[in-house]
């Protein structure tokens, strides 16, 4: 059973087939109406709720034995939610895998979009923990189902409204709600509004998998993605307003890590791939190695 | 029974393997509508062609009713159907896949397309055509950077159906292996 890299006694991509043909309707629907969540009849998968499960079998419906498999969890390809994932496709579809974001045929991601723009032929899938973007504002499902059937996403800007009268601007960081293609108000999952830019006219195929919430939505390629604001507040795509202290990049999303008990930090890019390819490059950040 | 016997062949031999690749020929389709490309596995009887059997092997299954149109609703069809996929055979007016040419489906408004909280509960046709060519009346919208043609039996139904967005069915054309998606986010119009 430990025989990484061997399919052993499982079916190609873990789910049977009529699991399969069950997800695959649901995407194609998702794709048909973009920005729709489609409800599925999601699996009890070999980990727990909160890992991935939905982009797990997302990711299990659409893998070919073909694909070069990424796998990031916040940017990161070596991170334990990543690792996991990777194996356990290593070892139940026996595909090749890749931390290399141009490499890559298919990209599961938790709440990152690589800084490596995509191309055609990639499919990149989001682990979604809630996507109904309207779900704290309304808890009740029949109330959230009438509000996207009438278009009713007045609630949407009160909260956005709300955040501007409390904070002088929209506090709302990460998980910020866009429109697609003037129709659906979409959950992008928790990806930074840094991200957001990148979910509009993206020329790969982006997939959104729900586990525990049983639904799975879609962007097709070059979908419109409008992120909410005002005409006096417009969005902006914020990061931390320094540079990678590793690569020295000055337009990639950073994570802050405290480096000792005195209160010294450092800023490094979340998306490692990014980071390393641009040292091999010979760039260098603040703290730094020359590679 | 001696025609059943036949119904036995021409499913997929590998198949968690030939429907993941299909499968993905298939999203291809239709998240880039009028993209042709390339479907194998399956040999349905005639008159289905390689593209629509497969695609019906990749997507249908009991859970999902299926309508066979015209021709296509034939014995040994529906014996294949019976064995290989084993979905229940249902009017259009119930339909979840249907299966013929643009012609037998006609008129398409019987079929399901969705309800307001709902409209992903709508139908999916594979319409058969006798060949499909990057030429004819002009796609855009979603899965389309600028715009692109593919030769559709007629424009006005599916500016009729994308006109009840986010409601309306969604096409698949299958000529040979090739197969091509239409979507009802794609905006149609004659040139």
């Keep these: 059973m430990s025989d990484l890299g061997s399919q052993g006694d499982y079916t190609f991509a873990y789910l049977d087939e009529q699991t399969k043909r069950m997800i695959r309707r649901a995407i194609l629907k998702g794709i048909a109406i973009p920005g729709y969540q489609v409800p599925f009849a999601s699996r009890e998968m070999p980990m727990p709720y909160g890992w991935g499960t939905g982009g797990v079998q997302v990711t299990a419906a659409c893998l070919t034995p073909e694909d070069r498999l990424k796998v990031i969890d916040q940017g990161a390809d070596d991170t334990t939610n990543a690792v996991s994932i990777r194996r356990f496709f290593q070892r139940t579809a026996g595909v090749a895998v890749t931390e290399a974001t141009t490499e890559a045929t298919v990209i599961q991601t938790r709440h990152r979009i690589p800084e490596t723009p995509l191309r055609e032929g990639q499919v990149l899938v989001y682990q979604v923990p809630i996507p109904e973007p309207l779900r704290f504002l309304e808890p009740r499902e029949t109330e959230t189902r009438k509000m996207h059937e009438l278009e009713e996403y007045g609630l949407m800007h009160v909260k956005l409204y709300e955040d501007i009268a409390r904070h002088g601007q929209i506090a709302t960081s990460y998980a910020y709600p866009v429109k697609i293609e003037g129709r659906y108000v979409m959950d992008p999952s928790p990806i930074p509004k840094f991200d957001n830019p990148k979910l509009s006219g993206n020329p790969a195929i982006q997939l959104f998998g729900a586990g525990r919430e049983q639904r799975i939505y879609a962007l097709p390629p070059w979908t419109e993605a409008v992120s909410l604001d005002f005409e006096d507040h417009p969005f902006t795509a914020s990061k931390a307003p320094h540079d990678c202290d590793l690569c020295g990049a000055r337009d990639s999303y950073l994570d802050e890590v405290i480096t000792d008990d005195a209160g010294r930090r450092m800023f490094v890019c979340s998306d490692t791939d990014f980071c390393a390819g641009r040292r091999a490059k010979g760039h260098t950040g603040r703290l730094g190695d020359p590679a | ?191």
């Design chain 2, 1 to 191: 029974m001696i025609a059943a016997a036949d119904a036995l062949e021409g499913g997929f031999t590998e198949a968690p393997i030939q429907s993941a690749r299909a499968f993905r020929e298939i999203l291809e389709a239709m998240a880039r509508p009028g993209t042709i490309r390339q479907v194998q596995g399956a040999r349905p009887p005639e008159p289905l062609s390689i593209a629509a059997g497969t695609a019906l092997l990749v997507l249908a299954d009991p859970t999902t009713r299926l309508h066979l149109a015209g021709r296509a609703d034939c014995a040994p069809v529906r014996d294949w159907v019976a064995f290989h996929i084993g979905a229940p055979l249902t009017p259009a007016e119930e339909a979840d896949f249907a299966v013929g040419t643009w012609e037998a489906l006609h008129p398409v408004s019987r079929f399901r397309i969705g309800q307001p909280d709902y409209p992903d509960r709508s139908a999916t046709l594979i319409v058969e055509v006798d060949r499909l060519v990057n030429h004819g009346p002009c796609l855009t919208g979603p899965g389309i950077e600028t715009a692109t043609w593919l030769n559709l039996p007629e424009t006005a139904t599916f500016r009729a159906n994308r006109a009840l967005f986010p409601l309306g069915f969604d096409t698949l054309f299958t000529a040979g292996d090739r197969i091509a998606g239409l979507p009802r986010s794609t905006r149609v119009e004659a040139i």
